[in-house]
């Protein structure tokens, strides 16, 4: 019997591997914060567009946060639930609805900043400003190696 040289895989000796722990530990201290105040992560593209713009179609809202239609229609539809958005028919075509932000949105922006705020500067501790735009370059260079467009 032949002895066959064994390669161990040492996922932990990847930056990839950090970069996903990072990111799942991130999401998670974020949708902790959130959650109290009917927010999570997945909203924030449509709260910051809505916010920014003020009132878009279902259609504007799904191409500024990159993602498809129907995912866009159930994020919606969460949101409706949560107290997040509205919906106003469009007065020419009777399958468009523009959406808009509640007061109750509105009134916990600034608080859902501040408590993504937190979480980034606890994340951030210890890293100097030199660092802090070392790994934005690096990131940056992941994300564009990756990103089909490119590749």
């Given amino acids: ?3 066959k040289a ?16 990072a ?23 449509v709260v910051i567009a809505l916010d920014e713009q003020g009132e878009l179609l ?10 498809e239609q129907p995912t866009m ?18 007065p020419d075509d009777r399958r468009a ?3 808009s932000l509640t007061s109750k949105a509105k009134n916990h922006l600034p608080r859902v900043k501040e408590q993504l705020s937190e979480v980034v500067a606890q994340a951030s501790q210890g890293i100097s400003a030199q660092e802090h735009d070392q790994l934005i370059s690096l990131l ?8 089909i467009k490119n590749g």
């Fill in 58 to 67: 279902q259609k504007q809202l799904a191409e500024y946060a990159n993602v």
């Fill in 73 to 90: 229609a159930s994020l919606l539809v969460r949101m409706e639930r949560d107290g997040l958005v509205v919906r106003r028919p469009h």
């Fill in 140 to 147: 940056g260079r992941i994300i564009n190696n990756l990103d």
């Fill in 6 to 21: 064994t390669t161990q895989w040492a996922p932990d000796t990847l930056s990839t591997f950090w970069i996903n722990q």
């Fill in 23 to 45: 990111s799942r530990l991130l999401m998670k201290h974020f949708e902790q914060r959130l959650r109290p105040l009917d927010f999570g992560m997945a909203y924030l593209p």
């Fill in 1 to 3: 019997m032949k002895n």
């Fill in 97 to 99: 609805s523009y959406i």
